[in-house]
């Protein structure tokens, strides 16, 4: 990819917008890490490499580049290209919950529906004013917890993983957002190491990724740490260990959020019989699950079998 000669045959944003969208799509590149198609992408490529505002004007689209701007955008469509590397990434940058986040290879990238819940403040299922502490299971980059004490303005959250270097970065987005009296981190195998206190909320994206199916996703893939995809040859190992424990960690009026993705079958196929309420977004996603406190005693003995 020559990218002086390319950038010379551009003049505008927008020339270099519907280049990329073309280049994508013939690529068959996979968008599955916050952006829902080849043009959502190219627009936050360009922006971002010309140090713009994701809400930047489209009215400016047809400004003329300088050569080098031109190349700077182009650089990052190269990365997307050819080394299918996601976009999230080539930036460091993610947006969760209406909120930006520093993201590298050492976490996953945000994307989960669990933000729209976040920014609804977990009503109807939980009265804000009742909400004291919560629980972040599988931190990664702090992004749940973060948003979690930024729509709980009286609450204490706590964030928990296994991984060292996810906490390095989550630590970056919490002096990023000046939370540091407010998100405590802890370097935890799930509820291991988490302070002797009960939580409102238990929140967790934890890894849901069977060991077939880790074999079968797109390249994009590859850039996120494994261990935060994959659970277990069902993709149930993680979730299996929230459901035994979380009842120990909750106040009788607390809930427990969990995401498994596209893993929903399975948990159900291997609880049939157990009381999850699957939430419904506005804004797409699924295989997200809530249960009570007291669903969580009440099923002890089906979770401790598992």
């Not at 955008?73 to 080394?83: A, G, K």
Request: charged share 25%; hydrophobic share 45%.
């Amino acid at each position: 990819m020559n990218i002086r000669a390319i950038a010379s045959e551009l003049s505008t944003m927008r020339d270099l917008v519907r280049w990329g969208v073309s280049r994508f799509n013939q690529a068959e590149l996979c968008f599955a890490h916050g952006m829902p198609t080849a043009l959502d992408e190219a627009v936050y490529l360009c922006l971002a490499a010309l140090h713009l505002p994701p809400d930047f004007s489209a009215d400016y689209f047809d400004c003329r580049l300088t050569h080098d701007e031109k190349c700077r955008v182009l650089e990052y469509y190269r990365q997307r290209l050819q080394q299918r590397r996601p976009a999230a990434y080539i930036t460091r940058e993610a947006w969760f919950a209406g909120l930006s986040f520093y993201v590298d290879e050492r976490v996953l990238i945000p994307r989960s529906p669990v933000a729209e819940l976040i920014r609804q403040q977990f009503s109807p299922w939980i009265e804000y004013d009742g909400v004291g502490a919560i629980l972040d299971l599988c931190t990664g980059s702090g992004c749940i917890a973060i948003a979690c004490a930024y729509a709980f303005e009286h609450a204490r959250v706590v964030a928990s993983d296994v991984s060292a270097d996810a906490l390095t970065v989550a630590a970056i987005n919490i002096d990023n957002h000046g939370m540091q009296e407010r998100v405590e981190l802890v370097e935890a195998d799930l509820f291991e190491n988490v302070p002797a206190r009960r939580f409102d909320i238990i929140v967790s994206n934890p890894p849901y990724v069977s060991s077939a199916e880790m074999t079968g996703l797109p390249r994009e893939f590859s850039y996120e740490p494994a261990a935060g995809l994959q659970a277990g040859n069902d993709g149930m190992d993680i979730v299996r260990r929230i459901l035994k424990q979380a009842a120990e960690f909750l106040n009788d009026d607390g809930i427990l959020v969990v995401e498994v993705g596209y893993s929903k079958p399975a948990l159900e196929a291997l609880l049939p019989d157990a009381p999850f309420t699957w939430l419904e977004f506005e804004h797409g996603g699924e295989g997200v699950f809530l249960l009570y406190a007291s669903q969580l005693r009440d099923c002890r003995a089906m979770f401790d079998a598992l």
